[in-house]
């Protein structure tokens, strides 16, 4: 018996079904934890701005894999991912569309280069972050910095 997914889909898949709805895109961050803060990429392309290094979700990928790949692309750190944060979902999070960002935790070493679409990527110290902030990631930041301190995990609704 079909399910909802595949009924009326003549080659049992709900592919068909999903192209008649408009869905957020599946995009990942990765705050890395160096020796000295966090890294963060200077975007080569709009929206402008400093940022966590990440990306969007490729087709067949999962977000952990796609965190791993955007941080090396961006940083040329190899991540370990240690920590699932959060998901930040809010519609008006990118300026360029509706996007869901599921936010990891990793550690590295070395010192980051920016690569791909980074201008540069640096380090920084909770109380010397740069700014502008691109997308939400002024509240990821502030999100993760009262992690850090205190234990206490942001709201759901981000």
Same mark, same amino acid.
């Given at each position: 018996?079909?399910s909802?997914?595949t009924a &009326?889909?003549?080659?049992?898949s709900f592919? !068909?079904g999903?192209s008649?709805?408009?869905?957020?895109?599946?995009?990942?961050?990765?705050i +890395?934890?160096v020796?000295? !803060?966090i890294? #963060? +990429?200077?975007?080569l392309n709009?929206?402008?701005?400093?940022?966590?290094? !990440?990306?969007?979700i490729e087709? &067949?990928?999962?977000?952990?894999?796609?965190?791993v790949r955007e941080?090396?692309?961006e940083?040329? #750190?190899?991540?370990s991912l240690?920590?699932l944060f959060?998901?930040?979902?809010?519609?008006?999070r990118?300026p360029?569309?509706?996007t869901i960002a599921?936010v990891f +935790?990793?550690?590295?070493?070395g010192?980051?280069? !920016? &690569?791909d679409d980074?201008?540069?990527?640096?380090v920084?110290?909770a109380?010397s972050?740069?700014?502008?902030l691109a997308?939400?990631?002024?509240r990821?930041?502030d999100?993760?910095?009262?992690?850090?301190r205190t234990g206490?995990?942001?709201?759901?609704a981000?």
């Amino acid at each position: 018996m079909p399910s909802a997914l595949t009924a &009326g889909q003549p080659d049992g898949s709900f592919r !068909g079904g999903l192209s008649k709805h408009r869905n957020p895109v599946p995009t990942v961050d990765a705050i +890395i934890e160096v020796p000295g !803060g966090i890294v #963060l +990429i200077r975007r080569l392309n709009p929206p402008p701005g400093w940022a966590l290094p !990440g990306g969007f979700i490729e087709y &067949g990928e999962t977000a952990a894999a796609a965190a791993v790949r955007e941080a090396r692309e961006e940083t040329g #750190l190899d991540v370990s991912l240690t920590e699932l944060f959060h998901v930040y979902s809010d519609p008006a999070r990118d300026p360029r569309g509706h996007t869901i960002a599921t936010v990891f +935790i990793g550690m590295a070493s070395g010192a980051p280069v !920016g &690569g791909d679409d980074a201008a540069e990527a640096a380090v920084f110290a909770a109380e010397s972050l740069p700014s502008p902030l691109a997308f939400d990631h002024a509240r990821i930041l502030d999100d993760y910095f009262v992690y850090k301190r205190t234990g206490r995990r942001p709201p759901y609704a981000r």
